[in-house]
């Protein structure tokens, strides 16, 4: 699933559309998974159990973002019901949409399009470790 944030700062009119996956920051004392379940329930209203690690994607720094680890988790497939019922949080997302694997390069930047295909390659077989978005081989 992807969505649409309001990025940028100061006034409304140097916002841009971006498109991105559910989720955001670890809290202090909180675990990913935890901040997984927290996110979803923030920004789209859903309660739905943090599943499998799909992926663990280290990414550098890109000021003024710091570098970190971020973590996919499988969501599941959500039912009709569900879908109904999201409703987004209007201060940070204004759309959401889903969007198959083969669409993927279209909507997302490149790391994160890298991201999201390695994690669903990895649905049933184990999580996968990435460097910017791209598999590291055993070392």
């Known amino acids: 699933m992807s969505r649409r944030r309001r990025a940028g700062s100061g006034s409304p009119h140097r916002w841009r559309v971006v498109w991105e996956l559910p989720g955001g920051t670890v809290e202090p004392d909180e675990f990913p998974a935890g901040a997984c379940n927290r996110e979803i329930s923030e920004e789209l209203d859903l309660s739905v159990p943090t599943g499998a690690l799909l992926c663990v994607d280290w990414v550098p720094a890109n000021p003024p973002w710091d570098g970190g680890l971020m973590f996919l988790f499988d969501g599941g497939t959500l039912t009709a019901q569900q879908i109904t019922t999201i409703r987004l949080d209007p201060n940070e997302l204004d759309h959401f949409e889903f969007v198959g694997p083969a669409h993927l390069d279209q909507m997302l930047i ?30």
């Open 110 to 139: 490149p790391r994160m399009a890298r991201r999201v295909t390695a994690a669903l390659a990895a649905i049933g077989h184990g999580g996968v470790y990435l460097e910017d978005g791209t598999p590291v081989p055993n070392r």
